[in-house]
C-alpha cells in the first residue's frame, strides 16, 4: 500500500516567503519549505497497482496552464479547535476545472467521491493546544500577504512517507498543463 496525493507545487521564491509568515504560534509544527504545496485530491493509501491505474488515469488529463494568486492567511477550527494555519488561494475558474478533471479521474479508477468540498489553501502548520491570542495576532499581522501571479505548468503525483517527524513527500510524476 502507498499513501498519494495530488497537487500543485510552488516555485522555490514563493516557497520562501511562504515559509517567512511562520513563527510567533507556540503549538505549531510549521510546514518545511519543501513540503508547501496547494493539495488538488488526497488519495490516501492504495494497492500499488491501483497507484499505477492512477497515474495512467492522471496522465489522460488535458487542461490549460494557468494563473494562482495567494491571498492571505487564516486557520481551519477555532478556539481549542484550531488544527491548522493556512496561506489561501483565489479561487479561479481555472483552478477549479484542473481539480475537477482530476476528482473525475481518480473516481473513474475507483476511488470513491471525495465529500469535502474543494477549498484551496497551502498548509503552513499544524496546530496542537496553540493559544488563542496567538493565533488571532498572527492572522492579524500576515492577514494582507499576497503573492503572484504565479505560473502553473504542472501538477504532481505525490507519494506522502510517514514517520516520526514531518512526512516526506516524494514526487513521482508531473503531468503537465498546455501552454495557451
Avoid at 476511488?111 to 496542537?128: C, G, M, N, Q
Avoid at 500576515?142 to 504532481?156: K, N, V
Wanted: charge should be neutral; proline fraction near 5%; glycine fraction near 10%.
Amino acid at each position: 500500500m502507498i499513501r498519494l496525493f495530488v497537487a500543485l507545487d510552488f516555485p522555490e521564491d514563493v516557497r520562501q516567503r511562504l515559509t517567512g509568515l511562520g513563527g510567533g504560534v507556540p503549538g505549531a509544527r510549521w510546514t518545511e519549505a519543501e513540503n508547501l504545496h496547494l493539495t488538488l485530491r488526497f488519495i490516501g493509501e492504495v494497492p500499488e497497482d491501483q497507484a499505477a491505474e492512477i497515474d495512467n488515469s492522471l496522465s489522460q488529463i488535458s487542461a490549460p496552464a494557468f494563473d494562482v494568486t495567494l491571498d492571505g492567511v487564516g486557520v481551519f477550527g477555532s478556539g481549542r479547535n484550531a488544527r491548522v494555519l493556512w496561506a489561501g488561494v483565489e479561487r479561479s475558474d481555472a483552478l477549479s476545472h484542473l481539480q475537477s478533471k482530476v476528482e473525475s479521474a481518480l473516481v473513474r479508477c475507483g476511488l470513491p467521491v471525495e465529500e469535502r468540498r474543494f477549498s484551496p489553501h497551502i498548509t503552513l502548520a499544524r496546530l496542537k493546544d496553540a493559544p488563542k491570542d496567538r493565533i488571532g495576532r498572527f492572522i492579524e499581522e500576515r492577514g494582507l500577504f499576497r503573492a503572484g501571479p504565479i505560473r502553473m505548468g504542472h501538477f504532481t503525483l505525490y507519494r506522502s512517507h510517514l514517520g516520526k517527524g514531518a512526512a516526506v513527500y516524494e514526487a513521482l510524476r508531473e503531468y503537465p498543463l498546455a501552454r495557451g
